[in-house]
């Protein structure tokens, strides 16, 4: 099961959709849901089975997400399979997941984020273009949405971070206050 981080859907009244590009072939009895939890709760099905022996071709489903408007949520995409060794197809394939209508932070706010060197095989300076910024919490994540490290009210424009125990990769810098920034590291 392929899960996301939790976000928050917006109001009913903008439509939230949940789209994907989907490609399956199952063996008899295996199928595929797509599945969301809010909060803390249960696992519900939101799809109908993607069932039968293949789809196909590529499908761009679209499932509505205004049931669950305002909530947060995580999102899964379940196989069910009968586990019979003897019978093995290719599985399901997801690409190009998106929430339309999902607020997205602006891209041009990178530029109040500036990383240097970046990449990185040491060490990285984090300088906050506005002095305004101060008081901000600065969190990092994996590309799988787990936050690795964070530090709160950050007290200066220039932030030194460390490679630490972070394994090679890339990773999202995010800045939250009165507003939110992102842009991205390379550790090597």
């Known amino acids: ?21 989907s490609w399956f072939d199952f063996s008899a009895g295996d199928y595929g849901l797509v599945q969301i939890k809010t909060g803390s709760g249960e696992w519900q099905t939101i799809s109908p089975p993607y069932i039968n022996k293949s789809s196909g071709a590529w499908t761009y489903p679209s499932i509505d997400l205004k049931e669950f408007s305002g909530s947060s ?54 300088d ?9 919490n600065l969190s990092v994540f994996n590309l799988s949405g787990k936050k690795v ?10 932030i030194e971070l460390g490679k630490g125990n972070l394994p090679a990769g890339i990773y999202i810098i995010e800045l939250k206050g009165n507003k939110a920034y992102r842009n991205k590291i390379i550790i090597r």
């Open 1 to 21: 099961m392929i899960r996301h981080t939790s976000f928050i859907l917006p109001a009913a009244e903008q439509n939230p959709r949940l789209r994907f590009w």
């Open 149 to 158: 490290l964070e530090m709160d009210k950050i007290a200066s424009d220039k």
């Open 128 to 136: 906050l273009s506005e002095p305004d910024m101060t008081g901000y």
């Open 73 to 126: 949520v995580q999102i899964a995409f379940q196989i069910i399979t009968d586990a019979d060794p003897t019978s093995v197809n290719s599985g399901w394939y997801i690409d190009d997941i998106s929430f339309n209508n999902i607020t997205r932070v602006n891209e041009n706010l990178q530029e109040k984020i500036k990383i240097y060197p970046n990449p990185t095989s040491d060490k990285a300076i984090i």
